[in-house]
């Protein structure tokens, strides 16, 4: 009886852990994309300010090395 207990809680605490590594995961991810979309939005309307400058470049250098 003692060893069920054990067991279950054992499988309990892991599948605990990796639910949380992979909600932090995500909210890295979601954070990140975030990041980048405001960044995209400011290159945009900078860009929209200054037309006679190429403002896109680096943001499609940027995405292409990550």
């Known amino acids: 009886m003692v060893d069920i207990v054990l067991v ?5 605490l892991v599948v605990f852990l990796v639910l949380f590594v992979l909600c932090f995961i995500t909210l890295e991810s979601i954070a990140f994309f975030v990041h980048l979309m405001v960044r995209l939005f400011r290159r945009l309307i900078s860009g929209l300010r200054k037309p006679h400058q190429q403002q896109m470049a680096p943001f499609f250098r940027f995405a292409l090395t990550r």
Do not use: E, I, K, N
């Not at 279950?8 to 309990?12: F, H, L």
């Open 8 to 12: 279950v809680s054992g499988v309990g």
